[in-house]
């Protein structure tokens, strides 16, 4: 398998395209710093969704339990699922239960991340994604490249090559109005003949068994309102303690996330419909693993805004793709080497950062992300992952760099051979400095060596 | 205005700069001695073990660590030309014993701009600089060690580096499109994704170049260094300065 920095540099070949991704993902912050900024206790209030996330965590059994007496009492049904696999035959007894074949989905990166689609699709089952983002990845048969903005990796020009292909619009055109009712028109007729409904949960409030999804496009509702059976999916980390704490994440995420004071919709299911069923599935998959861990649990707290990507700088050049995580940018690389119990997976991850710090500051909820980086890269060391050459040269580092007799001989060393090794050789392939850059020039003394004759005056 | 004390310091080169960029150690010196500070440049000293810790092997550092502690436990201060190794002595020192001597060297340590604004508590250095210069924000000064409010963060704007700046004669403080962006150096990063690394340089270096400066300076030559690799294999007409460079081209 490749490297995060092959499908970067991959990614890369492309500068044009780069300068779009970057700029487009680059004015999606500027808009999220306007919005912030015009919020004077934005920094408090992070403060204050933090402390709720934290305590959250330090009860999450209680709270669970409690979410579960209520959305019980309302008439929902509520599934566990320990893990992807448990979750994903959950959701298809509930559809087989109900002979349905038609599913409509919005919003939801956790059956994302627990495969769903294709495990669905295997057992004759149509999922449609009605999210125009979500629908157009899935058309392509492609994993989002950003957890907001599924398809930000495509330009108008290529949906509408895809639309064409798929719902026979004009060959050639872009326009997105004209592209966008197509998909319209298309989901229209998916929504009219859906027998089952499926949202994604962005938070569920344990006093009243209420789940709320945070949607733009609307579709979530309208999935709910048509189909006669709604299920709602959560990670175990969504829930929060009561309805008064609820505006305390609403404020903070669509303007995190996209520079709106708000989403369009943020709709609350509570109870079934007349003569229909909500059932509401409750997933753990990797999370209590990651509860029990003090270095990583942090990243339970995430509320999906995506803001960090938008900030990264590396994300807004390598692409959402580069990460090969479902859930890409620095959030993703914090959760992906821990993502299966028992495993490290994702290695070359914790790499694919710059350690800038610009996605800790950006985090509605304070997770130190750029710490969890560090703490990964140390972790895989330890455990001896990193190829032999890198593990030796930073063994040797380590050796010369505490040891100041060698440090200044080998000081000496590098700085002739930079001088008296002809270039081509200086500039092999392996020196991947040298690759895009310049070595800087080298000085005919060190630092330690004028002071040693300069120094004392 | 005359400086708040006359202090002890040691004087950390960081060892990049000790081997390529002598003269940045020297700028450094020659300031801190202008301003009327007692320095000392211990002669055993060699890294802050960042290199390592930044690729995972922070327990092959730490005998690096304790070398640095050795060297720089007598000072009253441990001054620095790099926020970014400044930074990680003060957050990464934490996984050795916590013994006084390591306590007081983690408390003690400053990068320059801090240390002369905070410290010495000196707002103007009567500096003659008449160009067109754009200031790179290095994110470990920036962020780690808050040298100004980032511009994520919803806090009043501030900076102690360019108020060390904006006070020199004939200078012209560049705006930049971007004003706190990664330069992509990241230390081993710049090894490990270089196509990723190149980009964001060149794209920091464009930056600058769009806005009209002459010169890129930093807090950091590590940042600079990456840069000026960029700006001499593309050949464009910008210089790299570190900012001590800067402050030490004054008439004190």
């Not at chain 1, 649990?297 to 090969?324: F, Q």
């Not at chain 2, 801090?114 to 008449?130: R, T």
């Not at chain 2, 570190?242 to 008439?251: D, F, P, R, T, V």
Request: aromatic share 8%.
């Amino acid at each position: 398998m490749t490297s995060h920095s092959e499908r970067a540099a991959a990614f890369l070949k492309d500068p044009d395209r780069v300068s779009w991704h970057d700029e487009t993902l680059w004015i999606v912050r500027k808009k999220r710093d306007r919005a912030a900024a015009s919020v004077k206790e934005w920094e408090n209030l992070r403060e204050k969704a933090s402390k709720l996330k934290e305590y959250v965590l330090s009860d999450l059994a209680g709270l669970l339990t409690e979410f579960e007496r209520n959305a019980t009492l309302n008439g929902a049904v509520v599934h566990w699922a320990a893990d992807a696999d448990e979750f994903n035959r959950v959701v298809l007894e509930i559809i087989k239960s109900k002979n349905a074949r038609n599913i409509v989905k919005s919003k939801s990166m956790l059956t994302e991340e627990c495969g769903l689609n294709h495990f669905l699709q295997d057992h004759g089952v149509d999922i449609v994604d009605t999210d125009l983002g979500e629908r157009i990845i899935q058309f392509r048969n492609e994993p989002p490249s950003h957890i907001v903005l599924p398809a930000i990796h495509l330009k108008k020009e290529d949906i509408g090559e895809l639309f064409h292909l798929k719902l026979g619009t004009d060959r050639g055109a872009t326009d997105p109005q004209y592209l966008t009712r197509a998909a319209r028109v298309h989901l229209r007729e998916k929504f009219l003949n859906a027998h089952v409904a499926l949202t994604g949960v962005n938070f569920a409030i344990a006093e009243n068994g209420t789940v709320v999804v945070c949607t733009n496009e609307g579709n979530a509702d309208m999935g709910v309102h048509s189909a006669p059976v709604q299920i709602h999916c959560m990670g175990i980390e969504k829930i929060i303690p009561k309805m008064e704490h609820l505006a305390v994440f609403t404020r903070l995420l669509a303007r995190n996330a996209t520079g709106q004071p708000v989403t369009t919709y943020t709709s609350h299911y509570r109870t079934p419909k007349e003569n229909g069923e909500l059932h509401i599935i409750i997933v753990d998959n990797g999370r209590t693993e990651r509860l029990a861990s003090i270095d990583y649990r942090d990243a339970l707290k995430c509320i999906r805004c995506g803001a960090c990507m938008n900030t990264c700088p590396v994300y807004r050049r390598s692409g959402g793709h580069s990460y090969g995580f479902t859930i890409p940018g620095p959030i993703g690389t914090i959760l992906a080497p821990h993502s299966v119990p028992g495993k490290i997976l994702y290695k070359d991850l914790p790499a694919a950062s710059s350690l800038c710090m610009s996605c800790s500051n950006v985090c509605p909820v304070k997770i130190g992300i750029h710490e969890q980086i560090y703490k990964l890269r140390q972790e895989l060391i330890r455990k001896g992952y990193g190829s032999f050459v890198k593990r030796a040269i930073l063994k040797i580092s380590g050796f010369v760099f505490a040891k100041p007799v060698l440090y200044d001989i080998s000081g000496k060393m590098v700085r002739i051979a930079l001088k008296i090794v002809p270039r081509f050789l200086i500039y092999s392939r392996v020196n991947t400095w040298g690759l895009e850059r310049e070595l800087p020039a080298v000085p005919t003394q060190s630092f330690k060596e004028w002071y040693r004759q300069n120094g004392s005056n | 205005m005359k400086p708040a004390g006359k202090f002890k310091i040691g004087l950390f080169i960081p060892c990049y700069i000790d081997q390529f960029y002598p003269q940045v150690g020297i700028a450094t010196l020659e300031l801190l001695r202008k301003l009327d500070q007692d320095v000392h440049y211990p002669l055993k000293q060699t890294c802050c073990g960042q290199p390592l810790a930044n690729s995972g092997a922070e327990d092959d550092a730490k005998e690096v660590y304790k070398n640095f502690v050795r060297n720089f436990s007598e000072f009253d201060y441990v001054v620095t030309p790099s926020g970014s190794c400044a930074y990680h002595v003060k957050e990464h020192y934490d996984i050795l014993e916590q013994s006084e001597d390591v306590v007081k060297v983690r408390r003690c340590t400053y990068e320059l701009c801090e240390f002369i604004a905070d410290v010495l508590k000196v707002d103007d250095l009567k500096i003659n600089y008449p160009h067109r210069v754009g200031v790179h924000q290095s994110c470990h000064g920036l962020r780690g060690l808050k040298l100004g409010n980032p511009s994520e963060l919803i806090s009043a704007s501030y900076s102690k580096v360019i108020s060390l700046l904006e006070k020199a004669d004939g200078i012209e403080l560049i705006k930049l499109d971007r004003e706190d962006e990664c330069c992509g150096f990241g230390g081993t990063f710049s090894i490990f994704e270089p196509a990723v690394s190149a980009r964001m340089g060149r794209d920091r270096v464009d930056d600058h170049l769009r806005n009209n400066a002459e010169v890129i300076t930093a807090t950091d030559m590590s940042c600079l260094m990456h840069m000026e690799g960029i700006i001499k294999r593309n050949n464009k007409n910008i210089k790299v300065v570190h900012i001590a460079e800067i402050l030490n081209s004054n008439s004190l």
